[in-house]
């Protein structure tokens, strides 16, 4: 059972390069979220998706950028990215809206940028 | 705005003891709360949820958490620590139709 998947697991950009995150969901979830983890803060609300090309922002989304294409694929996007962005990502996603049901969360990527 | 305390970013048990992880929320409706595990290098992992339906609530490796309203309390702890028990613990709290905030995390330690 994959669950949710993350790719890349690490990666570590210079000040200014793009990227894109990938998540997939192989469990037919309605939602899905995109957070980062941070020492002492816990995990923060980038962006999320309440089904198939909706996309809404969350408590930090300045600085990227997300698509939902397709139901079990979620983009996260830096276009230009900043110090300030290394984190580790965690993607999540949950069959009903996330505070009354669990959210299923994948490995989590490293992001470094330098 | 919801919001989620959890007392002490770190607890150092010894292996056999009591695990007790200190979380507030704050709330003025009944929330929805949740504790996750994550253990190094992985996800987060659902450890166990209150939604109302009993305020002692059981969950997964010997865990359970009692909701106290009066207290605005959901506190997790483990009669007995065990050596994978070693992990971050979170507290999170959803009420909003799409957000899951989450406190800031505590670091469990398991001495032998």
């Known amino acids: 059972n994959a669950g949710v998947t993350q790719t890349p697991k690490f990666r570590v950009l210079k000040t200014g390069q793009s990227m894109t995150l990938l998540c997939a969901q192989d469990m037919n979830h309605e939602y899905m979220y995109w957070y980062r983890q941070d020492p002492g803060m816990g995990l923060r609300l980038i962006h999320y998706s309440v089904g198939e090309g909706t996309t809404a922002k969350g408590e930090v989304p300045d600085g990227y950028n997300v698509s939902r294409l397709k139901k079990q694929n979620f983009l996260l996007g830096l276009e230009s990215a900043a110090p300030s962005q290394t984190s580790v990502y965690f993607c999540a996603s949950s069959s009903e809206r996330t505070a009354q049901i669990e959210a299923f969360f994948g490995q989590g990527t490293r992001l470094t940028v330098v | 705005a919801q919001s989620v305390t959890q007392l002490g970013s770190h607890v150092s048990v010894s292996e056999g003891a009591l695990v007790l992880l200190r979380c507030n929320y704050s709330?003025?409706?009944?929330?929805?709360l949740f504790w996750y595990v994550q253990y190094p290098n992985q996800g987060l992992q659902l450890l166990l949820k209150y939604t109302s339906a009993a305020t002692l609530v059981k969950g997964i490796n010997g865990f359970e958490a009692e909701f106290k309203k009066s207290e605005t309390s959901f506190h997790l702890t483990k009669p007995s620590a065990h050596m994978s028990d070693a992990a971050e613990y979170f507290c999170?709290?959803?009420?909003?139709?799409?957000?899951?905030?989450f406190g800031a995390g505590t670091t469990v330690t398991v001495r032998a």
């Open positions: 999170a709290v959803g009420l909003s139709d799409y957000k899951l905030s």
């Open positions: 709330s003025s409706v009944p929330p929805y």
